[in-house]
């Protein structure tokens, strides 16, 4: 298959996903909007719902980087870029659709499966991405960094909706214990996944995400019950962005190196 119609069909299946993450949104698909069934299994660590608005940066991020990829056709950073992403680019709208069908039908084991896939393909391109990385382009970087980033704390969270639904009742150690272990072992995570692909955004919507926690509980007025909690979730924020920065730093000023 020649490299226009890989652009083009990257192309459709993301206005696909886009149609299909919006019936989402709104509640089309079996009645339940995405963020009714996330309250109807609420975490420690689920992040208050403005944290969500990072798709309106992410989504038109991905718009931007397959037009480009289609008009700079003839450049050869480009061509590579589509040569090496297209297919794991496919993979991942369609995991993204039946993730986004799979929550709305309340089946969030199936949808853990899912979101699992999509984090895996993302985390392949962003290794793509670096591999062809030619020390001037920032676009892709910058887009699947972010969107790398994202799924690998809404992988956490989801995982953790399904242990709410099945009941689990983790071993008899307090919610508090877990919430607080999970959020310290996806910063241990991070700094893993960072040393490996490079990419100076990756941790910066985890650290979103843990604000948006903070922000939740805080919302929710627990009175004290879970201050710790908030302090770890601020302080995994100051971490991410310090991994953030030093990464930046260690790129010479770059999203990669």
């Known amino acids: 298959m020649n490299r226009t119609k890989k652009s083009y069909i990257n192309a459709v299946l993301l206005v696909i996903t886009l149609i299909i993450n919006f019936m989402g949104a709104i509640g089309l698909i079996n009645g339940n909007s995405q963020k009714e069934v996330s309250d109807r299994y609420f975490t420690l660590i689920t992040p208050a719902p403005i944290t969500f608005s990072i798709w309106s940066v992410i989504y038109p991020l991905l718009i931007i980087s397959l037009i480009v990829m289609i008009v700079k056709k003839n450049d050869s950073y480009y061509q590579k870029a589509v040569d090496e992403i297209s297919e794991l680019f496919w993979i991942s709208c369609l995991m993204n659709i039946a993730w986004i069908i799979s929550f709305s039908y309340l089946q969030i084991g199936s949808s853990v499966i899912f979101i699992l896939l999509l984090l ?11 591999k062809i990385h030619d020390g001037k382009r920032f676009l892709l970087p910058l887009t699947f960094g972010l969107y790398g980033g994202w799924l690998f704390i809404a992988t956490i969270v989801n995982i953790a909706a399904w242990l709410v639904k099945i009941e689990w009742n983790g071993f008899g150690i307090p919610n508090m214990i877990w ?15 960072l040393s490996t692909n490079k990419n100076a955004v990756f941790p910066l919507p985890v650290a979103w995400a843990y604000l948006g926690i903070y922000l939740s509980l805080r919302s929710l007025n627990y009175k004290g019950e879970y201050d710790i909690l908030q302090f770890v979730s601020l302080a995994g924020m100051v971490v991410l962005i310090g991994m953030a920065a030093i990464q930046f730093y260690r790129n010479k000023y770059s999203i990669l190196p």
């Open 120 to 130: 895996i393909t993302l985390l392949l391109i962003l290794q793509r991405v670096t």
């Open 179 to 193: 919430a607080i272990s999970i959020l310290i072992i996806a910063v241990s995570l991070v700094y893993t996944i």
